[in-house]
């Protein structure tokens, strides 16, 4: 059985994503079609879509100018799950708390960007997150925070805040899960964390 991946790849670390994307299909005998989304027309191909970190005002543009944001908004009508990290949880929030963010209203709530500092404030830490055994080694690098939630599950906290959030068929996070050798956040947002 194959899985067409969608990542959008304006920014972020697009690679370390299609990794982690295989690593978590091949853990259910699946294997994972990873293609590069920068214009439209490729949306439709996907069953599941990654929204990578970045620069959320420069991602947005790019997704309104290029027609993909009405494709990726069609993507989750359909129910097909889509995971945002960093910026990208950002681009999908419903109040991104920025004007310059055209954001896509997928994930009901508000964020705050770079709410746990600057680049220099990166750390990791060790979350509990719904749906996982054992906690996750998330990185947070200029991370943004989820301000408040409406009606969505909270899948981790960090600090008192929520993180980690599943809306419908979107899971968004604030830190970068791609960034360590770990693929469950994949996997419990594209498989839904069942292990065969």
Known sequence: ?????????VQGDVSEHADAIRRAAASHG???D??????SGVVPDCDILLLPG??????SRHLHREGIAPEIEAHVADG???LATCAGLIVAAADPNDDRVDSLGLVDVTVERNAFGRQADSFEAPLDVT????PFPAVFIRAPVIDSVGDVEVLAEWDGRAVAVRDGPVVATSFHPE???DAR??????FEGEVD
């Open 80 to 82: 097909k799950p889509v």
């Open 34 to 39: 990873v293609v590069e989304i920068r214009q």
């Open 54 to 59: 970045g620069e959320s005002t420069a991602i």
């Open 1 to 9: 059985m194959t899985t067409r991946a969608g990542v959008v790849a």
């Open 131 to 134: 749906g996982l055994d054992e």
């Open 185 to 190: 956040i994949h996997d419990l947002a594209f």
């Open 179 to 181: 960034l360590t050798d």
């Open 30 to 32: 699946v294997e994972a």
